[in-house]
């Protein structure tokens, strides 16, 4: 693999990080790769481990996660299912299937941090602490909200979500785009590449071929047009040490208006089957 980018990690410890391209799958690999990830989250700031409203910042992601999760809900439940199971891998403080469960949902959930799960227990979402964790069941629908990028052994893990699958199941797949505008105006400072919290960085492509080999198909691609605003603001703050709303904005306007030629937005949303 060659060198792709010089990076650090700019919410946590200020490491400095490298981004290796990897031809055969189209995607970027984090390295070094931290023995100890865990210390990388030891953060007040992790927002999507929090339900935090401190800062104007927070208040804008929680007003667009409001927003996401009624379209998430729309979009699992548009899909074809015998018994509505739903399974959401990174399941941060449970508002998601808190409400899929109101929706009519049978829900689990995973989520490895120990204070985002006692937040989701206080909403009445009870979640497992690793995937190991759920076996014996099949799930009709499984979800992952920018969760794929955190997962270490990739292979091992996409095969377990294959396991956990009903046949014709559908896997949801949410992560950032490294091929998008947004990413290539913001260079180092790109927020989405998060290392190292984010060990991969995926492409359209690598996504295809790493599921095909679990003989997964992608029937469908989404944009996530709310994640270049969001995106393009933390993105502004690591460059600059400012908040520059004006100029995050406009980025992220201009980031969609060239996803609609390219269809490389900030983020996408992969819809998979499993055969």
């Given at each position: 693999?060659?060198?792709?980018?010089?990076?650090?990690?700019?919410?946590?410890?200020?490491?400095?990080?490298?981004?290796?391209?990897?031809?055969?799958?189209?995607?970027?690999?984090?390295?070094?790769?931290?023995?100890?990830?865990?210390?990388?989250?030891?953060?007040?700031?992790?927002?999507?481990?929090?339900?935090?409203?401190?800062?104007?910042?927070?208040?804008?992601?929680?007003?667009?996660?409001?927003?996401?999760?009624?379209?998430?809900?729309?979009?699992?439940?548009?899909?074809?299912?015998?018994?509505?199971?739903?399974?959401?891998?990174?399941?941060g403080t449970g508002d998601f299937l808190l409400k899929a469960k109101m929706s009519g949902w049978q829900i689990a959930g995973?989520?490895?941090?120990?204070?985002?799960?006692?937040?989701?227990?206080?909403?009445?979402i009870e979640l497992h602490s690793d995937l190991s964790e759920i076996s014996n069941k099949q799930f009709d629908v499984i979800?992952?909200?920018?969760?794929?990028?955190?997962?270490?052994?990739?292979?091992?893990?996409?095969?377990?979500?294959?396991?956990?699958?009903?046949k014709e199941g559908r896997l949801v797949v949410a992560v950032p785009n490294f091929k998008s505008h947004d990413a290539e105006?913001?260079?180092?400072?790109?927020?989405?590449?998060?290392?190292?919290?984010?060990?991969?960085?995926?492409?359209?492509?690598?996504?295809?071929?790493?599921?095909?080999?679990?003989?997964?198909?992608?029937?469908?691609?989404?944009?996530?047009?709310?994640?270049?605003?969001?995106?393009?603001?933390?993105?502004?703050?690591?460059?600059?040490?400012?908040?520059?709303?004006?100029?995050?904005?406009?980025?992220?306007?201009?980031?969609?208006?060239?996803?609609?030629?390219?269809?490389?937005?900030?983020?996408?949303?992969?819809?998979?089957?499993?055969?």
């Open positions: 693999m060659k060198s792709f980018l010089k990076t650090k990690d700019f919410s946590v410890t200020g490491e400095p990080f490298e981004l290796l391209y990897d031809a055969e799958t189209d995607m970027l690999v984090t390295a070094p790769r931290p023995k100890n990830l865990s210390k990388y989250y030891e953060s007040d700031t992790y927002i999507s481990h929090t339900d935090s409203r401190n800062t104007l910042t927070d208040k804008l992601y929680q007003t667009v996660k409001r927003y996401n999760i009624k379209k998430k809900i729309k979009l699992v439940t548009s899909i074809d299912q015998d018994e509505k199971t739903l399974l959401d891998v990174g399941a995973v989520e490895p941090n120990a204070p985002a799960r006692e937040r989701a227990s206080q909403k009445g979800t992952l909200w920018h969760v794929l990028e955190h997962l270490p052994d990739l292979d091992e893990q996409i095969q377990k979500l294959e396991s956990l699958l009903k105006f913001y260079g180092t400072f790109w927020a989405a590449y998060d290392v190292p919290r984010h060990l991969w960085h995926f492409s359209k492509n690598a996504i295809q071929k790493l599921f095909a080999k679990q003989k997964m198909i992608l029937v469908e691609t989404k944009p996530m047009i709310f994640d270049s605003f969001y995106v393009a603001l933390l993105s502004e703050k690591y460059k600059t040490g400012k908040q520059n709303f004006l100029s995050a904005f406009w980025r992220g306007l201009i980031s969609n208006i060239s996803a609609w030629k390219s269809k490389e937005y900030s983020s996408h949303i992969y819809i998979l089957k499993k055969g």
